[in-house]
C-alpha cells in the first residue's frame, strides 16, 4: 500500500468495518480510498495505491456501483473509466443505509409476516407468535419512520439530529399541557372558546 499516513490509517480501518457492515475488507477499502481523493481515480489507479490485483479492483467498484456508492466519471481525451463517491456526506449515508435496509431489514420483515400468517398448532406456538408479532410492528414501526427520515431534505434531517434529547423534552411537554385554548383535549373534543378545566 503507497498511501500518506493519514489516509492509509483511514483506508485500513474503513476496510476493517466494512467487514462488519456486510462489505468485505477489498471493497471498503477501495471506497475508503475514493472517498479521500480529491479528483477521480481509475482502476490503474486504485491497483497502484491499495496493492490489489486488477480483477479485485474492478469487481470492488462493480459492487460499489451496485450499491449507488460509486459514480462513473469520464475525462476529457481519456479512455479510461474513473470513479469518485458522492460529495455530500448525507447522500453517502442514505445510500449506505438503503442498501442495509434491502439486504437485512427486507427480508426480515418478509419472514416475520409469512410467520405472522401461520396458525398455531400448540402452546408454545402461540407464544411464540405473540413474540414474533411484536418484532414485527417494532421493526415496521422504526422501518415506517426510517423512509419519512429518507424523504426530509438534508437541512432538515441535520437539524431535527443537532436538537437530540430536545425532541423527547418537547414531548413530555405536550403530555403536561391537558387542554390548550382552541386544540383539542385527550378525547378529541374542541375546547374552542373553553379555558382550562
Known amino acids: 500500500m503507497m498511501l500518506p499516513p493519514i489516509i492509509q490509517t483511514f483506508v485500513l480501518h474503513f476496510g476493517e468495518m466494512g467487514s462488519r457492515w456486510g462489505i468485505n475488507r477489498t471493497v471498503g477499502q477501495i471506497y475508503a480510498l475514493l472517498y ?3 479528483e477521480p481515480l481509475n482502476a490503474d489507479q486504485i491497483v497502484r ?5 486488477r480483477s479485485n479492483v474492478a469487481m470492488g467498484i462493480k459492487e460499489l456501483d451496485a450499491m449507488n456508492l460509486v459514480m462513473l466519471r469520464h475525462i ?3 479512455r479510461k473509466d474513473y470513479y469518485a463517491t458522492h460529495e455530500e456526506i448525507w447522500d453517502i449515508v442514505r445510500n449506505l443505509v438503503e442498501v442495509r435496509r434491502k439486504r437485512e431489514i427486507d427480508p426480515t420483515l418478509s419472514m416475520l409476516r409469512s410467520v405472522m400468517r401461520k396458525s398455531p398448532s400448540s402452546k408454545e406456538e402461540e407464544h411464540a407468535k405473540v413474540k414474533v408479532e411484536e418484532m414485527h410492528d417494532l421493526v415496521d414501526m422504526l422501518t415506517g419512520w426510517y423512509e419519512e427520515m429518507q424523504e426530509m431534505e438534508t437541512e432538515r434531517l441535520v437539524r431535527l439530529l443537532t436538537m437530540g434529547s430536545k425532541v423527547y423534552r418537547l414531548y413530555e411537554m405536550t403530555n403536561k399541557l391537558k387542554i ?3 386544540g383539542k383535549n385527550k378525547n378529541g373534543i374542541s375546547t374552542k372558546g373553553k379555558r382550562g378545566t
Do not use: Q, R, W
Request: proline fraction near 14%; avoid cysteine.
Open 36 to 38: 479521500l481523493s480529491d
Open 49 to 53: 495505491s491499495l496493492g490489489f490485483s
Open 76 to 78: 476529457p481525451n481519456d
Open 180 to 182: 390548550i385554548p382552541g
